[in-house]
C-alpha cells in the first residue's frame, strides 16, 4: 500500500505532541516537524537500513523519495536473483537503463540469474561500473547458455567471483572469453549441485575446466570448490601447482577427494592454514604421508570423512598450529584419540573445536579434555550425543568463560529431561562473550518452571553480545522469543529450522568463504 507523505507527516505531528500533568497537550519544540523536513542526507540514511525491495516501495510514494532511492549510494550490493532478494527485472532493457542510472560507479557487488547474464549486460556492467569488485553468476538452473561468441568486455577489476554451476550445461564458451579478464581474482567460489543429487547413478559431466581456469587466476588466496561431482584430487593438484598465494582451499562435499595429493599441497602451498573437507573420501593412508609438522595449517574440518582411529592419531599429533578443528561424525574419534591429542601437546593453540555426533567418546574423556583447554575455547560444539547431557555442561560451563559459540545438544528423544532453567542461569553467569548459543534438545525433553522468565532475563541481560539463540520449536521457544522481543531485540532468538550455528564463523577467512 502507497503511503502518502501527509500521512506520514500527521504522524511526525502526533510524536512530537507532548502532555502536561494535567493532560492537555503543550506546544513542542519539535511541533510542525514532518518526515519531509528532514533532510536528504538524514532520509538517505534511514533508507540505507532498508532491503532493495522495501526501498522500491518507498519510490512510490513521493517525487522527493523516489530521487532518494535511486540514489547510487543505496544501491552498491545488489541481487538481482529473485528467490534471494525479492527484486525482479522484468527485461534486458530494463536492466541496462537500471546499469546506467541507478548503479554506475558506486556498485561493488553484484548477483546475475542465468536470464541476465548475456553480453550486452557484461560489457554494460564492465563500462559504467568500474569499481565492481564482487560478483556471482548463478547458472544453476540453466538448461541452455546464451550466445557468449561477441563478448568482448568483462569487469576487469573482479577480487571475488561466485560461479553457481549448472548439472548438464559446459562453461567452456562462457569461461575462455574471460580468462584474460579475471587474473586478479583472489576469491573464486564453484557451487557445484550436491544437494540436488539424487540416490541413482547418474553419468557425471565435468562441466567447467578446472585445468584451464587455474591457469588464468595465479593470484588466488581462497578457493571454495563447494559440491562439485567431478572434482577430485587432480584439481587441487592443478590449483595448488599454478596458486602460490592460496591461504584457504574448502572442498566440502566433494565426494570424490581422497587425499591422494595433499602431500603435494602443502609442499607447494606454503601459505595454506585452512583446509575444509568435510564430506570427501579421504583414505587414511594418504593422510598418514602429509608432513603435517611443515605445514603452517591452523583450520581443519575432517567431518564425516570415515578416517581411522590410527590416522587421527598420528595427524593430530604431528599438527602444531592447530586452532580450529572440526571432526564430528567419525567413528574414529573415540578416547585414545583425544588422550593422544593431549598428551603430544598439539591442542595448546585450540579455539574451536566441533565433535558433532561422535559416539565413540566418552563424557568422562570429554570432561578432562575441557578441564585442561577449556578456558582456551572460542567455540565449542558437543551436539548429536545422547549421552553428553546439561550435567555435563553444567560442569564445564565455569571453564568455558571465553566462548563465543556453544552448540549443545541432540534432536534425538531422551530418557533423562533437560534442566534448561539452571542451563541458562550458567550459561549467563559464565559465559558473557557468548555471542551464539544453540540448543537442539527435543523441546519435550526441556524441563523448566514458572520462574524460566528469570533465567531468560538474567541470560538477555548478562550476554549482551549474544546474536543468535537457536532451539527447537516449541513452548520453550515461544517463552524465549516473546522474552527478547519485549526488550526489542526481534533478531535472537529463532528455531533450528531456520537457523543452525556453525564455529564456522571463527574461521579467519569466513568472510570470503560467504556464498550465497
Given at each position: 500500500m502507497d503511503v502518502s507523505p501527509d500521512v506520514w507527516g500527521q504522524l511526525a505531528l502526533e510524536a512530537s505532541q507532548v502532555y502536561l500533568t494535567d493532560g492537555t497537550a503543550a506546544k513542542s519544540p519539535f511541533a510542525g516537524t514532518t518526515i519531509e523536513k528532514l533532510p536528504d542526507k538524514v532520509l538517505l540514511h534511514i533508507f540505507s537500513y532498508l532491503s532493495h525491495k522495501e526501498i522500491c516501495r518507498m519510490a512510490k510514494v513521493c517525487k522527493k523519495w523516489r530521487m532518494i532511492a535511486y540514489d547510487t549510494k543505496l544501491w552498491k550490493n545488489v541481487s538481482?536473483?529473485?528467490?534471494?532478494?525479492?527484486?525482479?527485472?522484468?527485461?534486458?532493457?530494463?536492466?541496462?537503463?537500471?546499469?546506467?542510472?541507478?548503479?554506475?560507479?558506486?556498485?561493488?557487488?553484484?548477483?546475475?540469474?542465468?536470464?541476465?547474464?548475456?553480453?550486452?549486460?557484461?560489457?554494460?556492467?564492465?563500462?559504467?561500473?568500474?569499481?565492481?569488485?564482487?560478483?556471482?553468476?548463478?547458472?544453476?538452473?540453466?538448461?541452455?547458455?546464451?550466445?557468449?561468441?561477441?563478448?568482448?568486455?568483462?569487469?576487469?577489476?573482479?577480487?571475488?567471483?561466485?560461479?553457481?554451476?549448472?548439472?548438464?550445461?559446459?562453461?567452456?564458451?562462457?569461461m575462455r572469453k574471460i580468462y584474460n579478464f579475471i587474473n586478479g581474482l583472489e576469491i573464486l567460489h564453484l557451487i557445484g549441485t550436491y544437494e540436488k543429487i539424487e540416490e541413482e547413478e547418474e553419468e557425471i559431466y565435468e562441466v567447467i575446466n578446472v585445468h584451464k581456469l587455474k591457469s588464468a587466476t595465479p593470484n588466488l588466496r581462497v578457493i571454495n570448490l563447494y559440491g562439485i561431482n567431478f572434482v577430485d584430487d587432480s584439481h587441487i593438484d592443478a590449483f595448488s601447482s599454478n596458486c602460490i598465494q592460496l591461504e584457504c582451499l574448502a572442498v566440502n562435499y566433494c565426494a570424490k577427494v581422497t587425499g591422494s595429493t595433499l602431500k603435494t599441497l602443502f609442499q607447494r602451498s606454503r601459505r595454506l592454514k585452512c583446509l575444509l573437507m568435510n564430506g570427501t573420501n579421504l583414505q587414511s593412508d594418504y593422510l598418514t604421508q602429509v608432513e603435517w609438522e611443515k605445514c603452517s595449517l591452523q583450520e581443519l574440518d575432517i567431518t564425516a570423512t570415515d578416517l581411522s582411529t590410527e590416522a587421527l592419531q598420528d595427524m593430530l599429533s604431528r599438527l602444531p598450529g592447530l586452532r580450529f578443528l572440526s571432526a564430528g561424525q567419525l567413528n574414529g574419534f573415540n578416547d585414545t584419540v583425544l588422550k593422544t591429542w593431549v598428551e603430544s601437546g598439539m591442542a595448546r593453540n585450540l579455539v574451536a573445536l566441533d565433535l558433532d555426533s561422535s559416539d565413540n567418546l566418552s563424557e568422562d574423556a570429554i570432561y578432562k579434555f575441557l578441564c585442561k583447554h577449556g578456558h582456551q575455547l572460542w567455540g565449542l560444539g558437543l551436539s548429536g550425543m545422547t549421552h553428553i547431557t546439561d550435567s555435563l555442561w553444567q560442569s564445564v560451563l565455569p571453564i568455558l568463560t571465553n566462548a563465543k559459540i556453544l552448540i549443545m545438544g541432540t534432536q534425538e528423544r531422551l530418557g533423562v529431561n533437560i534442566l534448561v532453567d539452571q542451563l541458562m542461569d550458567s550459561i549467563a553467569r559464565n559465559c558473557l562473550a557468548v555471542e551464539r548459543l544453540e540448543l537442539r534438545w527435543d523441546p519435550d525433553n526441556l524441563r523448566?518452571?514458572?520462574?524460566?522468565?528469570?533465567?531468560?532475563?538474567?541470560?538477555?541481560?548478562?550476554?549482551?553480545?549474544?546474536?543468535?539463540?537457536?532451539?527447537?520449536?516449541?513452548?520453550?521457544?515461544?517463552?524465549?522469543?516473546?522474552?527478547?522481543?519485549?526488550?526489542?531485540?526481534?533478531?535472537?532468538?529463532?528455531?533450528?529450522?531456520?537457523c543452525r550455528v556453525s564455529n564456522y564463523y571463527l574461521l579467519s577467512n569466513y568472510k570470503d568463504l560467504v556464498f550465497n
Amino acid at each position: 500500500m502507497d503511503v502518502s507523505p501527509d500521512v506520514w507527516g500527521q504522524l511526525a505531528l502526533e510524536a512530537s505532541q507532548v502532555y502536561l500533568t494535567d493532560g492537555t497537550a503543550a506546544k513542542s519544540p519539535f511541533a510542525g516537524t514532518t518526515i519531509e523536513k528532514l533532510p536528504d542526507k538524514v532520509l538517505l540514511h534511514i533508507f540505507s537500513y532498508l532491503s532493495h525491495k522495501e526501498i522500491c516501495r518507498m519510490a512510490k510514494v513521493c517525487k522527493k523519495w523516489r530521487m532518494i532511492a535511486y540514489d547510487t549510494k543505496l544501491w552498491k550490493n545488489v541481487s538481482l536473483r529473485p528467490e534471494i532478494s525479492g527484486l525482479h527485472v522484468g527485461s534486458l532493457e530494463s536492466l541496462l537503463a537500471l546499469i546506467s542510472i541507478r548503479f554506475g560507479p558506486s556498485l561493488r557487488y553484484i548477483e546475475l540469474p542465468i536470464e541476465l547474464i548475456t553480453h550486452t549486460v557484461l560489457h554494460e556492467l564492465a563500462n559504467k561500473c568500474p569499481n565492481l569488485t564482487h560478483m556471482l553468476l548463478d547458472f544453476s538452473t540453466a538448461m541452455q547458455l546464451h550466445d557468449f561468441s561477441e563478448l568482448q568486455a568483462f569487469p576487469t577489476k573482479l577480487r571475488y567471483l561466485c560461479i553457481c554451476l549448472s548439472e548438464v550445461i559446459f562453461m567452456e564458451g562462457f569461461m575462455r572469453k574471460i580468462y584474460n579478464f579475471i587474473n586478479g581474482l583472489e576469491i573464486l567460489h564453484l557451487i557445484g549441485t550436491y544437494e540436488k543429487i539424487e540416490e541413482e547413478e547418474e553419468e557425471i559431466y565435468e562441466v567447467i575446466n578446472v585445468h584451464k581456469l587455474k591457469s588464468a587466476t595465479p593470484n588466488l588466496r581462497v578457493i571454495n570448490l563447494y559440491g562439485i561431482n567431478f572434482v577430485d584430487d587432480s584439481h587441487i593438484d592443478a590449483f595448488s601447482s599454478n596458486c602460490i598465494q592460496l591461504e584457504c582451499l574448502a572442498v566440502n562435499y566433494c565426494a570424490k577427494v581422497t587425499g591422494s595429493t595433499l602431500k603435494t599441497l602443502f609442499q607447494r602451498s606454503r601459505r595454506l592454514k585452512c583446509l575444509l573437507m568435510n564430506g570427501t573420501n579421504l583414505q587414511s593412508d594418504y593422510l598418514t604421508q602429509v608432513e603435517w609438522e611443515k605445514c603452517s595449517l591452523q583450520e581443519l574440518d575432517i567431518t564425516a570423512t570415515d578416517l581411522s582411529t590410527e590416522a587421527l592419531q598420528d595427524m593430530l599429533s604431528r599438527l602444531p598450529g592447530l586452532r580450529f578443528l572440526s571432526a564430528g561424525q567419525l567413528n574414529g574419534f573415540n578416547d585414545t584419540v583425544l588422550k593422544t591429542w593431549v598428551e603430544s601437546g598439539m591442542a595448546r593453540n585450540l579455539v574451536a573445536l566441533d565433535l558433532d555426533s561422535s559416539d565413540n567418546l566418552s563424557e568422562d574423556a570429554i570432561y578432562k579434555f575441557l578441564c585442561k583447554h577449556g578456558h582456551q575455547l572460542w567455540g565449542l560444539g558437543l551436539s548429536g550425543m545422547t549421552h553428553i547431557t546439561d550435567s555435563l555442561w553444567q560442569s564445564v560451563l565455569p571453564i568455558l568463560t571465553n566462548a563465543k559459540i556453544l552448540i549443545m545438544g541432540t534432536q534425538e528423544r531422551l530418557g533423562v529431561n533437560i534442566l534448561v532453567d539452571q542451563l541458562m542461569d550458567s550459561i549467563a553467569r559464565n559465559c558473557l562473550a557468548v555471542e551464539r548459543l544453540e540448543l537442539r534438545w527435543d523441546p519435550d525433553n526441556l524441563r523448566f518452571s514458572d520462574k524460566s522468565q528469570k533465567a531468560i532475563d538474567t541470560l538477555r541481560v548478562k550476554c549482551l553480545k549474544l546474536k543468535c539463540l537457536s532451539l527447537s520449536d516449541g513452548r520453550y521457544y515461544e517463552i524465549t522469543k516473546a522474552n527478547f522481543e519485549r526488550a526489542d531485540r526481534m533478531t535472537v532468538v529463532r528455531t533450528l529450522t531456520n537457523c543452525r550455528v556453525s564455529n564456522y564463523y571463527l574461521l579467519s577467512n569466513y568472510k570470503d568463504l560467504v556464498f550465497n
